[in-house]
Structure formats: structure tokens, C-alpha cells
């Protein structure tokens, strides 16, 4: 069964650095979306981009964030500038069109900001 | 704005017994779902419920929803140790909006 993957598992990263996190949607969706969940909460959105654009995206969601889907496949998510909170597991998921589509979620990556 | 509301948070019960899982919802929403979530893993969704009294069963877990009283419930049958995991119940609108959860539920099934 086709599935989400993301990719690293795992990121540690130091305060203030950059991270990419990346992301290959299952090949014949059209919907794309970010989440995080802190440890221990509920899953919270980010962000969705459909036809290459964000179409929304949370207060979350601010300018230390930017999403790209640089090819046909990828969809990764850049976090500049990294603070502690934002130490997180960060969710892709995607969806097809179709009213009893749900949305596909990724393993998760798992990031640490020290 | 959308909100979600599941009670319990925590469950704890035994093999064997029933028990139901509740998810509120504040305004009207297009679908409803069931996702489960093992510890440090992904969600894996379980069901999708669109019309008003719609039940969707699988296994040992069964979902309904009612769209006039904005409710869903989660109906596990004769729990065993497998089911144990979170469960959240998200909600959103025609139009692959994002979804909005619930703080989940999590369940521990005990011999």
C-alpha cells in the first residue's frame, strides 16, 4: 500500500539553526499539509498547499516557516531560525481528491532543538 | 472557530469489557474521523464519517456519528491488549481543509 515518508527520523539540531524537513506525498495526491504535535498534545495543523501554493496555513505558521515542493515528489518544510519550542514531532500528510479520502499521515519526524 | 472535545483522555480498562469513547464537535463540519496513534508512531486512520448516522464497524471497533448533536463515538468491543493506543477524533470541511483534533484518547487495555 502506497504510504507517506519522511524523512530524517530524527533531526537534533542547535537553537538558531536551520532545518529541512522533507516529505514524498503518495504519488497521485493533490492535498498537502503539515502538522506538529509537542509531546504529550494534540496534533495541530500548519499548514496545506494545493497546486503549488499555500492555500492555509495556521498562527503557527509564521514567517520562520516556508514550504516548498521543489519537483514532482518532495515536499519538505524549513524551519529558520529554530527555538526551543519548536522541538516538536512534525507530521506530513496528503490526501486525494474525493469526499471519503482521509488524510494520510507520514512516521513522523522527530525533531530536538537543544 | 472549529473545536474538538474528547472525553475520557485516559481509559484504562479490562480484557474483555466494552466501553465508549465520545468526540464533541462546536460548528458544523463536512467529515469526521477516527485516527489511532501507537506511541512514537504515526496515525493511522481507522474510519471516515460523513452523514448523519453513519456507523462504520471494524473489528472490534465501531464509529457513529450524529451530525445534529455534533457527536461521534467510538465503540470498542471486548477490548484487548492490541487496541491499546491513543485515539484522536479530527474534523474538517469539504474542500481538504485542515484538520482540527481532539487532545485524544488514551487507552490501555489490561489483562
Known amino acids: 500500500e502506497p504510504e507517506v515518508t519522511q524523512t530524517p527520523s530524527h533531526q537534533v539540531t542547535q537553537m538558531g539553526q536551520e532545518v529541512i524537513l522533507r516529505c514524498v506525498p503518495i504519488?497521485?495526491?493533490?492535498?498537502f499539509y503539515w502538522y506538529r504535535q509537542i509531546l504529550g498534545q494534540k496534533v495541530e495543523f500548519l499548514v496545506s498547499?494545493?497546486?503549488?501554493?499555500?492555500?492555509?496555513k495556521s498562527e503557527i505558521f509564521d514567517d520562520q516557516f516556508s514550504v516548498e515542493r521543489p519537483d514532482g515528489s518532495n515536499f519538505t518544510l524549513k524551519i529558520r531560525s529554530t527555538k526551543l519550542e519548536d522541538s516538536a514531532m512534525y507530521f506530513c500528510?496528503?490526501?486525494?481528491?474525493?469526499?471519503?479520502?482521509?488524510?494520510?499521515f507520514g512516521d513522523g519526524t522527530r525533531l530536538s532543538i537543544l | 472557530e472549529l473545536k474538538v472535545e474528547q472525553n475520557p483522555l485516559f481509559l484504562s480498562m479490562q480484557e474483555g469489557k466494552n466501553y465508549t469513547i465520545y468526540c464533541n464537535y462546536s460548528?458544523?463540519?463536512?467529515?469526521l474521523y477516527w485516527y489511532r496513534q501507537d506511541p512514537g508512531k504515526s496515525l493511522e486512520s481507522l474510519f471516515v464519517?460523513?452523514?448523519?448516522?453513519a456507523v462504520k464497524q471494524e473489528g472490534r471497533l465501531m464509529a457513529s456519528l450524529d451530525t445534529k448533536a455534533r457527536l461521534s463515538t467510538l465503540h470498542i468491543t471486548a477490548a484487548v491488549h492490541d487496541l491499546s493506543a491513543t485515539y484522536f477524533c479530527?474534523?474538517?470541511?469539504?474542500?481538504?481543509?485542515?484538520?482540527?483534533f481532539g487532545k485524544g484518547t488514551r487507552l490501555s487495555v489490561i489483562a
Open positions: 498547499f494545493y497546486n503549488n501554493e499555500i492555500s492555509e
Open positions: 479530527a474534523v474538517d470541511m469539504v474542500g481538504n481543509t485542515p484538520l482540527v
Open positions: 504519488s497521485n495526491h493533490l492535498y
Open positions: 464519517l460523513l452523514s448523519n448516522g
Open positions: 460548528t458544523t463540519s463536512d467529515r
Open positions: 500528510a496528503s490526501s486525494a481528491q474525493g469526499l471519503e479520502q482521509p488524510q494520510h
